[in-house]
């Protein structure tokens, strides 16, 4: 009789599981797969395959089985890169003829399609990078036979850095300008420009106050043939006798900080208003740096020599900078984030200024965050998103994605709850809902759940502890 009683009780707590209010039992993990699939289908069906992508996507974290949703998430996914690739080369297209609007517009529809496509996220960097840190400007009449490809080399020496002046001017055509036509050459901060100081404006129309440092004006520039062994901060050195002001020679180059001088590289030393110029004939007196050393020795007499220089020249601040980007930006472009990360980290140790390095750090947080979003690590996500935000406070869309982290962490974990509860599989369910009480004790009924689940196992422990003491008896 006391058996009997014991598992007529087991059958009422089970009754109660089932029949609980606000707990359906027909949410199987596969029942709710199958409502994330019907939702992929209606985007389907509207034409959003990013956002179908999703739904399947998300179907195969309560239920990684489904068939459907596996071959979806491949064809899909392969139909959304080759979209993102068509995007990206029309973006260049537009690019390359200096239209801009358009070039950026298909940009972002590459990313929209393939959140990780590096060259796009680059292109829109370097499209923008520059125009929030001008400072004033010069006023130039176009004459005949003049663009502006022309008029960046005029003012910068660099004919590459035309996009500066079209944006600057909104022209949605950088071909497309008349004889006659007034453009605004901006002077940017920190970058070196060839011209009168006294000929700068401003755009309230008050006179230009002089910034010693920020605003770099040039005189005349010499033409220097890269020789064996110099880098930046050794021209630096040998031409304004400081190897601090490398980044005029990189910037006046337009040379991306980090990547190594070739041996007969043509570089334009610019001389600076304010700051020593050594001419040619002087400079040639500090070109110490630029004597070839002898050829290095083979065997182990050369492993000697290297273990020797370590120890007695340790690399200076530059060169650790140019060791440790260098390579942290081959990572990030072949999406290798963890190490692109790691060496970036390496050069904020040194340099904690680095723009660039902090840049890119950002860029490899954030990118790292949507390979763990697509892996469904939504929380580890989130912490890359937050970890981007640190190095890149104007970063919206790390807002945003630590936001659609958290809510998709937080609708996955507590329908699994709903999928075990249903499956009479408490102390899982109870594990999903404590994940997502958690993060959000108020997210949806979690509390009420989480609090009947724990009632409900409790019950069925004590029933099951009284039968086996039963049993003993």
């Not at 089970?14 to 993990?29: F, H, R």
């Not at 970036?344 to 954030?366: E, G, I, M, Q, W």
């Not at 974990?413 to 004790?441: C, M, R, T």
């Not at 099951?464 to 003993?472: G, I, L, M, P, T």
């Amino acid at each position: 009789m006391k058996h009997k009683t014991g598992f007529i009780g087991v059958i009422l707590v089970l009754a109660l599981i089932t029949g609980c209010a606000g707990v359906d039992k027909k949410k199987s993990p596969a029942r709710l797969a199958q409502g994330y699939t019907a939702k992929a289908k209606v985007y389907e069906a509207q034409g959003d395959m990013v956002e179908a992508l999703q739904q399947y996507k998300l179907a195969l974290t309560v239920d990684p089985e489904n068939q459907l949703a596996k071959e979806k998430s491949t064809t899909l996914g392969r139909e959304l890169q080759q979209k993102a690739e068509e995007h990206y080369k029309i973006g260049l297209k537009f690019h390359n003829l200096g239209q801009y609007r358009e070039a950026r517009r298909e940009f972002l529809t590459t990313l929209r399609y393939n959140p990780e496509h590096a060259e796009a996220k680059d292109k829109l960097t370097t499209t923008q990078k520059g125009i929030e840190h001008i400072k004033g400007y010069i006023i130039h009449i176009l004459q005949p036979n003049e663009t502006i490809s022309t008029l960046a080399d005029k003012y910068y020496g660099d004919y590459r850095k035309f996009h500066l002046i079209a944006e600057y001017n909104e022209l949605e055509d950088a071909t497309k300008v008349t004889v006659g036509q007034e453009i605004k050459i901006p002077v940017i901060e920190g970058m070196p420009i060839i011209a009168d100081r006294a000929a700068i404006q401003t755009d309230t129309g008050e006179p230009f106050e002089p910034m010693p440092g920020k605003i770099i004006t040039v005189k005349r520039y010499i033409i220097h043939s890269v020789q064996h062994g110099e880098t930046l901060s050794k021209l630096a050195q040998m031409y304004y006798g400081d190897i601090a002001r490398y980044h005029v020679i990189a910037k006046f180059n337009n040379l991306k900080e980090g990547v190594p001088l070739k041996v007969g590289q043509k570089l334009n030393i610019p001389e600076v208003e304010g700051l020593p110029f050594l001419a040619p004939s002087k400079a040639g007196k500090a070109k110490v740096s630029s004597i070839p050393p002898p050829m290095p020795p083979a065997g182990e007499e050369a492993k000697k020599l290297q273990k020797e220089t370590v120890v007695k020249k340790p690399l200076a601040v530059e060169d650790q900078i140019v060791n440790y980007r260098v390579p942290g930006i081959e990572f990030f472009k072949n999406k290798k984030n963890v190490d692109a990360i790691a060496q970036f980290k390496k050069v904020l140790n040194v340099h904690p200024n680095d723009s660039l390095s902090r840049d890119y750090l950002a860029r490899s947080h954030f990118q790292h965050g949507l390979v763990l979003f697509s892996k469904a690590d939504y929380l580890g996500a989130r912490d890359e998103f937050e970890a981007s935000l640190k190095y890149d406070k104007n970063c919206d869309r790390c807002e945003n994605n630590i936001r659609k982290s958290e809510d998709t962490y937080k609708e996955v974990h507590y329908n699994k709850g709903l999928a075990y509860f249903g499956d009479q599989k408490l102390p899982e369910a109870i594990q999903e809902w404590e994940s997502v009480y958690d993060l959000d004790p108020n997210y949806k009924d979690v509390k009420k759940d989480l609090t009947k689940a724990k009632y409900l196992n409790e019950r069925l422990e004590s029933i099951k502890r009284s039968k086996a003491k039963e049993n003993k008896q």
